[in-house]
C-alpha cells in the first residue's frame, strides 16, 4: 500500500459526459501528479501540482483539467469524453516538486467510456 | 518518439533463468528510476539511481546508471514468477522538469 488513495476504482460512462476523479496524496506529501496509462500510449504523464499550485504541464487535453485543494487531495476532471478517453488515471504524490523526487502510485481509476 | 527507449519489449523466461532489461535515451538524465507494475495495480518504485556508473542492488536484481547517465539496465538473477509485471525507467532529463516514463517491458516467469 503506497498511502495513495484514489477514488472511484472504476467508472463507466458515455461519450460526452462529464467525469471527476479523486486523489489523496501520502500524509505529509505536497507535490501531486496525474498520468493517463492506455494500451497504445503507455504512461502519459497529464500535470503536476505543489501546495496547491500548478507546476507543471504534460500532454493534457483541453477537455481535462485538475486543481488541488487545500488538504492537498486533488481531481482530474474530464469532460466531453470521447472513446480514446477509455483509459487507467494514475495519481502519484511526492514530498516536494523536484524532478528527482520519487513518487508514489495510488491503485489507479480505470474509466471506460462507452 | 519516447524519450526514454525500452528493450525488449517483452520476455518471457523459465524460472531460474537471468534476464536484462534496457532503458536507453539520447537525453542526460540527473537520475533513473525503476518501477514494477502489476495487471490493475499503480507502478511501485524500486530503486533511483543518481550517479554515473553507479550499481544498487536490491536481493535478486541489479541496477546500473549509465557512465554518461543515458542509459540504464536492470538484471535480474534467479528469475522466479513473483517478478512476472511490467517494469518501467523514468526520468526528467537535465534539460527538464517532467518525469517521462519508458514504455515498459512486460517480464513473465514460468514456473
Known amino acids: 500500500d503506497s498511502g495513495v488513495t484514489q477514488t472511484p476504482k472504476h467508472l463507466i460512462t458515455a461519450t460526452g459526459q462529464r467525469v471527476t476523479l479523486r486523489c489523496s496524496p501520502r500524509?505529509?506529501?505536497?507535490?501531486v501528479y496525474w498520468y493517463q496509462q492506455s494500451l497504445d500510449q503507455g504512461l502519459q504523464f497529464l500535470i503536476q501540482?505543489?501546495?496547491?499550485?500548478?507546476?507543471a504541464k504534460g500532454n493534457i487535453l483541453e477537455r481535462f483539467s485538475a486543481q488541488q485543494f487545500p488538504d492537498l487531495h486533488s481531481e482530474l476532471n474530464l469532460s466531453s469524453l470521447e472513446l480514446g478517453d477509455s483509459a487507467l488515471y494514475f495519481c502519484?504524490?511526492?514530498?516536494?516538486?523536484?524532478?528527482?523526487?520519487?513518487?508514489?502510485f495510488g491503485p489507479g481509476t480505470r474509466l471506460t467510456v462507452l | 518518439t519516447q524519450l526514454l527507449e525500452q528493450s525488449p519489449q517483452f520476455l518471457s523466461i523459465q524460472e531460474g533463468e537471468n534476464l536484462t532489461v534496457y532503458c536507453n535515451s539520447s537525453?542526460?538524465?540527473?537520475?533513473l528510476q525503476w518501477y514494477r507494475q502489476e495487471p490493475g495495480e499503480g507502478p511501485v518504485l524500486l530503486v533511483t539511481?543518481?550517479?554515473?556508473?553507479e550499481v544498487k542492488k536490491l536481493k535478486r536484481l541489479t541496477f546500473q546508471f549509465g557512465d554518461a547517465r543515458k542509459d540504464s539496465s536492470l538484471h535480474i538473477t534467479a528469475a522466479q514468477p513473483g517478478d512476472t509485471g511490467l517494469y518501467l525507467c523514468?526520468?526528467?532529463?537535465?534539460?527538464?522538469?517532467?518525469?517521462?516514463f519508458g514504455a515498459g517491458t512486460t517480464v513473465t516467469v514460468r514456473a
Open positions: 502519484a504524490s511526492s514530498i516536494t516538486a523536484g524532478r528527482t523526487n520519487e513518487q508514489f
Open positions: 500524509s505529509g506529501d505536497l507535490s
Open positions: 537525453s542526460v538524465f540527473s537520475s
Open positions: 523514468a526520468g526528467a532529463p537535465s534539460n527538464d522538469y517532467k518525469l517521462s
Open positions: 539511481v543518481v550517479t554515473g556508473g
Open positions: 501540482y505543489y501546495n496547491g499550485e500548478e507546476r
